[in-house]
């Protein structure tokens, strides 16, 4: 690794005009045989290739992929890359009389999603996805929203089998929560599982600018099956903000760290457009919730394929040690020629005593 | 809700100007900041930046809400709105010696999507999906298609496990149905379960118009879990016609009424080129058979993901009453800046004394 | 069959002029009305209409339908076309003291997707999808890996539990294999199923031009279900070859051909960027494996969704004659109105004296 780096560097500091060139020739017509529907960097190869270039050698293939190999080393390395703002943070309730009250403010922000990316977010408590609300099966909530947006909006609770006046769907359950204005949520929580809470005005785009969180359930009863050292919520992304996990891009992205022999449940939960069929590397996963609701009987795979608005739940038996790529399996959603980027995290296997 | 209507016909009404220029700068700056798939408004934006405007009050943004919900408020009261047309009605077949006869005219017809929306559509018998046929296993069927559209077309019977002759596959088991032609197929039912109907020549155009139907076959002998008190056919499309539930968009939908107890059978059928995650507000559903299969387990779920071709049957037990949500959850095939639109309509559960 | 092929001939021989620009103008508006997402022949089309024409007869119609379906016809009849190369070609290892050693070269290469059309596609020992390789759970396997491209790459087991080095992941796991180098996988195959390997080096490009292969564990102790006269790999794909199953795009795919009363296993593997949702005519799948592990129970459906990453097994019980149309369901993925194309294959089932 060091070898590849260190020639890049010579490469890029040294400047030999002659080689660069050759290089930038060679990279553009690389560009130009990319997928149709990227458009090849006519421009830049038209000229590149009006300059008579002898055919390339095999040291200008290993100068340009040196080049390229840089730019994906950099990405890799700086991951888990620092950001400003994290979020899907577990809230702490406060208590009313036995009330579980969660108080929430939509605004907009400025959310960095990878580092010196920033974007327009529309967030609850600043957060991207908003604060994790974590219940028991049986709890009374109280939610109260202040909507501090340009527009009005709502909550629904994505998978909740609620009272109907308490669905957070404007027009047909409850008035639109105005600019200005603070709406209150309350209710026994009736089914356990993975849930979410979302938008649900203009859900296209204030759901896609981050008005979205995790709602767990735990249950009275745990199952064995779903017993887990290590409990964990992936909020899967891909509007305005780009492809993000729990609201980070890679290198942002937020690996799972757990050690040999313990078990991690991740809790999928897709609040984009698109499907993603996420690969966990080394291990596989044991799929055991839809929904929230029990599969009839545990099922096993390597990609498992999540649709918007889907939870899955799956249990990882950490039995192999190393640093387990755990992407979008959509590559274009993952990767780049600068790079991996998007949707790629890790889960992390540390042996006892590393 | 009535504030909010009196607010917008207010502004609407008495058209201050200078009011509405700011509210539609507003709007602009908020429209710019769409999911990047969506081109920005760049013209109306800068032409309205370039006008220096006071920072927007939250008066300001109330105004402009009150302008957005009156369309999304619009759109739901108009559900279920009146069309000229409906699709996938039930059709009487006439007996000829104990075979149950269809004759289905292809054709061309102007089809109402949504009020005042009409689309060119070809049509079994002027109906978009065609008409519903249901038959019970080991039934005989006599199908005899006309062609009274430019182009030549076939019937395939998607699911069922005909005789080669009787699988619809122009120049491999039968010849094109040529403009002004008359074909006739006939065969014994061989398996039961939710089946299409569609044309397998030039499909991608010919189906994307119009020509699909459910064939829905009952078994000989029902399974507890089947039954149900309503058997809904719900058929996904997504085609030249825009996002449609039955050859209709939202609020030109059909809503599902219930009564508080009933079990409802749903049997989606993907007629499109995308998936379509259907969502259920305030109950689960449960998944009883894919493609006309009985599952090895019913399992539960809120958000069903229904790829082209697939059909998938679950019953939903009505034990919540309201009127709930039910819809695509890729979010832009559901909802706009304008409203619901599209993949959107509603199980409703009444209460016993509503 | 012969009458429409007679008409078309007739037709294209004879040139009627006057005739020809009739249809020539009908199929100009035909085109126009095509979906939404096409651009309309709004030149072709405006050209053709600013000449008044004449109300369109039945005969202008089967005459520009006989040239139509004389296109989808010529495809059908090419199949299964000639082409240059065969990818997935089962390798025969070397033995090494026990170790099965696989030998592979990528490099770029001219592929032949379709009967003429060459593209630029980055192969394993030349062939798109790679060798196969067949082993079995417990073999020791050395995978000798020569990169003759011009950018560095690196192979990803996709499935297979191997230890963290051998994982294929460069910056990660390994470092990248420069152009020119050659790099040694060596493991003992931990589990078994239908697995892949493929570049996880700018994998978007690299997979999408051609560089990944089926990697087939065989178990030690087969299950009494998965047992089957005909095991066959159909790796499907979407990248810049186009619509591909095995690297072909029809009329040059390869029909899977059985005799009345045998058990054809098909392991699904998409290397693609889009689900592939495959339906077979005539006969149900009975699911049997996801990602190499035995779902709970069996499972029957005739349209099984295959997200990228994923694979599935499933066995066909072939029990109807015929040659059964086995294609994705997304209808552009399949057929044009020239005809199919791309993901389109046959289930051709004999009878014993056929």
Not at 147 to 153: A, D, F, I, R
Request: glycine share 8%; net charge neutral; charged share 20%.
């Amino acid at each position: 690794m060091s070898d590849s780096t260190a020639a890049t560097d010579t490469l890029l500091r040294t400047g030999n005009r002659r080689d660069f060139l050759r290089v930038s020739a060679f990279t553009a017509v690389a560009a130009s045989t990319l997928s149709a529907c990227a458009k090849p960097a006519a421009d830049v190869a038209s000229t590149a290739l009006a300059v008579p270039v002898k055919p390339l050698t095999l040291a200008d293939h290993i100068a340009a992929a040196n080049v390229m190999d840089a730019m994906h080393e950099k990405g890799i390395k700086a991951f888990p890359a620092k950001t400003e703002g994290k979020g899907n943070q577990l809230m702490q309730p406060r208590l009313d009389n036995g009330v579980k009250v969660y108080e929430l403010t939509a605004s907009e922000v400025q959310w960095e999603v990878e580092p010196g990316r920033r974007v327009t977010a529309w967030a609850y408590n600043g957060q991207v996805p908003g604060p994790q609300i974590r219940v028991r099966e049986g709890d009374r909530v109280r939610l109260v929203l202040k909507n501090e947006l340009p527009e009005s909006t709502a909550i629904h609770f994505h998978g909740l089998e609620l009272p109907f006046d308490q669905d957070g769907v404007p027009f047909i359950t409850q008035p639109p929560i105005k600019p200005g204005a603070t709406y209150t949520y309350e209710f026994v929580v009736p089914n356990s599982g993975s849930h979410m809470y979302h938008s649900h005005l203009n859900a296209a785009k204030q759901v896609g600018l981050g008005l979205l969180g995790a709602f767990i359930v735990e249950p009275k009863q745990p199952r064995a099956i779903e017993k887990s050292d290590i409990d964990y919520v992936m909020v899967l992304n891909d509007g305005s903000h780009g492809y993000t996990l729990n609201g980070k891009g890679f290198p942002a992205t937020e690996p799972i760290v757990a050690k040999l022999g313990q078990k991690v449940r991740v809790r999928f939960m897709n609040e984009g457009m698109m499907i993603h069929p996420m690969h966990l590397h080394g291990m596989h996963m044991t799929v055991i919730d839809k929904d929230g609701w029990p599969q009839p009987a545990p099922w096993k795979c390597d990609t498992l394929n999540i649709a918007p608005g889907e939870r899955w739940d799956v249990i990882i038996n950490c039995t192999n040690p190393g640093t387990w790529a755990f992407h979008c399996h959509i590559l274009p959603h993952a990767e780049t020629e600068h790079g991996m980027f998007g949707m790629v995290t890790a889960l992390i296997v540390q042996k006892p005593n590393a």
